[in-house]
């Protein structure tokens, strides 16, 4: 079987948060890659790609079976994604944000 993902307006505020985040680090910094940025984005797609075929293999985040978060490496860190399996089709990305952050914004 074969999911869905969708994004969640906030999840998508997020990656472009996250993005703007890691282009404006590499801009102050001498000799700083303006690629990385995109790279991060990349890899954030890549792994919520994944979740299409094996969403059930990702961590509970709460007491709801179907509220997950997904770990997604990058560099020396990585993101998280908190989703939600809707039903036997669809699940919709609520929020992503990088390891080293608190919490959801």
């Given amino acids: ?9 906030q999840a998508q505020a997020d990656l472009e948060r996250l993005f703007d985040f890691v282009l404006e680090r590499e801009l102050a910094r001498t ?7 995109e ?4 890899a954030i797609r890549a792994g ?17 079976p179907f509220l997950r978060e ?3 490496p990058f560099g020396r860190s990585g993101y998280v994604a908190l989703f939600e399996i809707e039903d036997a ?13 608190d919490d959801y914004h």
């Fill in 1 to 9: 079987m074969t999911f869905r993902v969708r994004l969640s307006r």
């Fill in 31 to 37: 000799g700083g890659d303006l690629e990385l940025a």
């Fill in 39 to 42: 790279q991060a984005i990349a």
């Fill in 48 to 64: 919520l790609a994944t979740l299409r075929a094996s969403p059930f293999t990702c961590r509970k985040a709460g007491q709801s």
């Fill in 70 to 72: 997904l770990v997604i």
């Fill in 89 to 101: 089709a669809n699940i919709s990305i609520v929020a992503v944000r990088h390891q080293l952050e």
